[in-house]
């Protein structure tokens, strides 16, 4: 499962216990962060709240049924993708997120399947990590707008573009990405409204 965004910080404020320039340096670059994503700060820590929720509830659920699911929140909307073996996991996965205050969306993107092994999990993780760095390193995309989950092989795509030439290069570049076998997206656009819907 991802980090929250919170973690980051009480790790900053750890490392850089005996310097209070590091910790001032930490939250702002962290403040900075979130105050480009749309919503700014409060969106994002509302987010991170939604997400530490849903992880808490999945862990008092059964923490080994769940451990191969990522999850993703923006604006109140829930992304989940990867693999559980059992075909109830999967609609409790969704069910126990929909129990969260504050989620406008659940996205459901969970396979049943014995998955891939090592192999696969490395080879999606270097998928995400490849793509990431395109999007950081392309002057004409917003970055941290965007989240990237990688199951089997698929690129889910998630978050916020600027403008439709902004989301037609973002799915270029996942496009273009080497062993990429589907590109799904969820991204909207700036100005649009979120629609509560089931996953």
């Known amino acids: 499962m991802k980090h929250f965004l919170l973690v980051p910080l009480v790790a900053t404020i750890a490392l850089g216990a005996c310097s209070p320039i590091s910790i001032l340096g930490g939250a702002a670059t962290l403040a900075g962060m979130a105050a480009v994503r749309e919503g700014g700060i409060s969106q994002s820590v509302e987010d991170a709240r939604i997400q530490t929720f849903i992880n808490d509830l999945w862990f008092r659920y059964d923490v080994e049924t769940f451990r191969k699911l990522d999850l993703t929140v923006n ?4 992304l989940i993708t990867g693999v559980v073996q059992d075909p109830e996991d999967r609609v409790e996965a969704v069910r126990l997120a929909w129990q969260v205050d504050g989620v406008q969306q659940v996205i459901n993107e969970i396979r049943i399947a014995e998955g891939e092994g090592i192999q696969g999990f490395v080879r999606d993780n270097w998928i995400s990590a490849r793509l990431r760095t395109a999007l950081t ?5 917003q970055n941290l707008n ?5 199951v089997q ?8 573009a ?3 030439a902004e989301l037609n290069r973002v799915l270029e570049l996942a496009r273009t990405t080497p062993h990429v076998r589907q590109v799904v997206s969820y991204i909207k656009l700036a100005g649009e409204p979120v629609t509560p819907a089931g996953g």
């Open 75 to 78: 604006q109140g909307r829930v």
């Open 137 to 141: 390193l392309d002057k004409l995309v």
């Open 146 to 150: 965007y989240s990237i989950d990688t």
């Open 153 to 160: 092989g698929t690129v889910y795509l998630m978050g916020v």
């Open 162 to 164: 600027q403008s439709q």
